[in-house]
């Protein structure tokens, strides 16, 4: 049966070829559709990947997450100043004390180094590294997790663009077999075996598609516009056809679909490194309940003459301990800000898993309702192709009417539409799928 399918779009896909040549080549006298750009899907990926704005964003939160990273490792190592000054005033100098003016050296110059650690903290510095880590994480999981969006959403309107190239193949297709319906009925008419009527019929029929293919066209510059500015570039692109894009087997079970969902899906593994965060934060938070020691140590020299030999030195060794008793209730805001964004951060991560259960569940049934359904739509071209050949005889022996072979024209080109629109539809469920569970199939 899948051969045979493949037979099948095999020969539309000429057909589709071929119309849209010949649609190209009309528009080209307006606007020209053939010096657009050609671009593949692996190519329109990796140029998405390169221009997103959210994905830039996301990658500046990692960046930002690992200087966070560098600064609570500098928490670890002590503090270090180092100070020099001087100054030059007149050598008379008025005595306060005698009232007099006196003669002596008004300059001075001074230089110290000085360094600082805080020894304890009741844990804050091991918490706060364990917060940047899990930020870290955090951060990484969202870049991830946004990139598989932006390759689905570069997916789909790749697609969405061949998409509508194939339905203004389809409407192209309905204009010709108009066109060539009128054609006869006027040689019938000619022939008086068909009346005036069923000529006015027909060239409203050929308006109709012409109508269909305005719009289409239309629908399809806006399809190749959006694609070109998904990939960076200011005007319509034209999507290459992949050279496969026949359905094939899934390889997994639908338990196993399930686990790898609600296990390795990007948007679990996000929702659980922010609780990681959150918890991290909640007990870097709690810290401030603790006393802090302090250590400081400085060694300083000061001489009135601009010389390093003689002048003064000393040094000193401090030790203090602070503990805030009393802050106006700040302390015990933040903790409590911290608990409820944990708790948050938790229900998120338990609903995160359902959800992408839930999708899971509804990309494989989509997924597999639309390869049902190119099956489907496969047999009705065939049997509407078929209607309308055996009402063009019966038409032409004057034993169906014009109604009856307008009626066969539209039904062929709803279900070629349907066939396309089966077969795209099946490709986006798959690339779905394979965003909600974070891997290729």
């Known amino acids: 049966m899948r051969w045979l399918l493949r037979i099948r779009w095999a020969g539309f896909r000429r057909t589709s070829a071929a119309a849209t040549a010949l649609v190209c080549l009309v528009v080209s006298g307006v606007g020209s559709l053939a010096a657009q750009e050609t671009v593949t899907l692996e190519d329109a990926i990796a140029r998405a990947l390169d221009w997103s704005p959210q994905l830039v964003q996301s990658s500046s939160q990692l960046m930002n997450a690992e200087s966070s990273r560098r600064t609570a490792f500098g928490d670890f190592l002590p503090s270090l100043s180092v100070s020099s000054g001087s100054s030059v005033q007149s050598r008379q100098l008025f005595d306060p004390g005698t009232q007099r003016v006196v003669s002596g050296s008004s300059n001075s110059y001074n230089a110290g180094i000085s360094a600082g650690y805080t020894i304890f903290q009741g844990g804050r510095r091991f918490r706060e590294w364990d917060r940047t880590a899990a930020a870290i994480r955090s951060a990484d999981a ?14 789909s309107m790749f697609y969405n663009a061949l998409r509508q190239a ?12 108009a066109e060539e319906s009128l054609g006869n009925i006027r040689r019938q008419v000619t022939l008086g075996a068909a009346t005036r009527s069923d000529t006015l019929r027909a060239r409203l029929e050929v308006a109709n598609a012409r109508q269909a293919i305005l719009v289409q066209e239309t629908a399809l510059r806006a399809a190749r516009f959006a694609l070109g500015r998904q990939i960076g570039e200011g005007g319509p692109v034209l999507p290459q056809t992949p050279a496969e894009m026949d359905p094939t087997p899934v390889g997994l079970t639908d338990e196993e ?3 790898i969902a609600e296990d390795e899906s990007p948007s679990v593994r996000a929702a659980e490194a922010d609780l990681e965060a959150s918890q991290a934060s909640l007990a870097s938070t709690r810290t401030q309940y603790w006393p802090s020691l302090n250590m400081s140590t400085g060694y300083s020299w000061a001489n009135d003459v601009a010389a390093f030999s003689g002048g003064n030195t000393s040094w000193n060794v401090r030790f203090s301990m602070s503990y805030q008793l009393f802050n106006g209730f700040s302390r015990e805001d933040q903790v409590f800000r911290a608990a409820n964004a944990t708790r948050v951060a938790s229900v998120q991560s338990r609903d995160a898993r359902l959800a992408a259960r839930q999708e899971a569940d509804a990309a494989l049934q989509n997924l597999r309702a639309s390869e049902l359904a190119i099956e489907i739509a496969s047999e009705a071209v065939l049997v509407a192709t078929e209607d309308l050949r055996i009402v063009q005889e019966r038409y032409r022996l004057s034993v169906a009417t014009i109604l009856d072979l307008i009626t066969s024209q539209v039904a062929v080109e709803e279900a070629e539409a ?6 795209y539809d099946y490709l986006i469920a798959r690339a779905e799928l394979e965003a909600i569970l974070g891997r290729e199939l």
């Open 257 to 259: 679909i399930y686990l």
């Open 166 to 177: 194939d339905l203004l193949a389809v409407q192209t297709a309905r204009r010709e077999r």
């Open 418 to 423: 349907n066939l396309v629109a089966a077969r």
């Open 142 to 155: 969202s870049l991830a997790d946004q990139r598989f969006a932006v390759v689905l959403q570069t997916q």
